[in-house]
């Protein structure tokens, strides 16, 4: 995607949203995730991605792009870049999760609003807002004692 000044603040909404899916994904294996990507087995990794971000996102919110990659060399460390749909309310995001062993990120390739504003800052506020409500409320959740 062609960066103009609302996409650094764009992807960090989005990064923000997204941390625990990535966290829960950097859970699994480096050399699993490669092979899942080499071999082509698009239908596992789906499973996977759905299951990261079940949850936390209303289903169907977060899918696999079905596509990714890998850097990989002797001695160095691993990366895998996923191709994930981010689709909550009135907001379709196609974005590359890239993970690392300490760290992920996340690029935007493409954003599109359903219903878009002349305003730029109100299409963030848009994304922001539907982010938000897509995933699920965690507030007043208590634990219950045994």
Known sequence: ???CPYSAQREQILAEAI???ASELRLL???DLISLLRFECYGNLADLVASAAEL???PGTVNFGL???YKLEWGGPAEVGIDLEIKPRGVTIYARLALAENHAGIE????AFQNASADPDEN????ARSL???RYATNGLTALAS
């Open 1 to 3: 995607m062609k960066k």
């Open 19 to 21: 941390s625990p899916v």
């Open 29 to 31: 294996d480096a050399a």
């Open 124 to 127: 963030t506020a848009i994304l």
């Open 56 to 58: 936390y996102f209303h």
């Open 108 to 111: 935007i390739n493409h954003i």
């Open 132 to 134: 938000a409500d897509a």
């Open 67 to 69: 596509s990714g990659d």
